[in-house]
């Protein structure tokens, strides 16, 4: 969760987190040698009109201000392309859970087992326990077993809604009519918070995320226990 003073992203906790981060310090290096190397040149073309002369005209350093970015983008590109198809690949899932955007609300649906659907709404301050997170908690939180392959399927049933969820880097549109997916894996336990990444109306900011990781053995626990209700 993020919390107040925090400059970076959130702890990953999948490895489709991890390679966003990686990229996003790969890219971001990058920019500051392009901003250094920028700054020390017009800093020395300020100073030293020699070298300005040089540089206003001539065909070498036309050539090598023409190459350079063109390389600079590749590296930004290859990686940034592998990166964009890992993160549309869906490989065999074990799991699916279907999430509905209401407003102002989430529903959850899963897929593979009979009858376990539920509303997630947050939880009012009043009601909170303590050490809960104001805006963040729900009610019933989306329980999913870690080290497992899981397709999240994404809609929405009335205006379009965005299902976020910043540790485990996914941010998927719930489009109304339209059934998106993504997929994702847990590397760790815990319990991680997101909310509703597309401006759906006045009550936008209260309709938190909460998505649980646990073992797969307490996770069939969990089944058994909403089956039974």
């Not at 939180?141 to 399927?153: D, E, G, K, W, Y």
């Not at 994702?184 to 990444?197: D, K, T």
């Not at 995320?209 to 053995?217: A, G, L, Q």
């Amino acid at each position: 969760m993020a919390t107040w003073a925090n400059l970076s992203f959130q702890d990953s906790a999948s490895p489709l987190m991890e390679q966003l981060i990686f990229f996003h310090d790969h890219a971001l290096l990058i920019l500051i040698m392009i901003t250094t190397l920028v700054s020390y040149l017009m800093t020395t073309l300020f100073f030293n009109y020699n070298i300005n002369r040089y540089l206003l005209d001539g065909q070498t350093i036309e050539v090598i201000w023409t190459i350079l970015p063109a390389i600079t983008l590749i590296f930004i590109a290859l990686p940034s392309l592998r990166l964009l198809y890992l993160l549309d690949e869906v490989s065999n899932p074990s799991i699916t859970l279907k999430t509905i955007g209401h407003q102002w609300y989430w529903s959850y649906e899963y897929s593979d087992f009979n009858q376990i659907e539920f509303d997630s709404y947050m939880t009012p301050y009043s009601e909170m326990a303590s050490g809960g997170f104001r805006l963040l908690d729900v009610d019933n939180r989306a329980v999913l077993p870690m080290n497992t392959q899981i397709r999240v399927l994404v809609t929405a049933a009335d205006v379009l809604h965005s299902w976020t969820v910043p540790a485990l880097g996914v941010k998927v549109d719930g489009t109304p009519g339209r059934l998106n997916q993504t997929s994702f894996l847990f590397n760790r336990p815990g319990v991680f918070y997101g909310q509703c990444s597309e401006i759906c109306g006045a009550n936008h900011s209260f309709m938190p995320i909460v998505v649980e990781s646990v073992p797969m053995n307490i996770f069939t626990n969990w089944i058994l226990s909403m089956s039974q209700n």
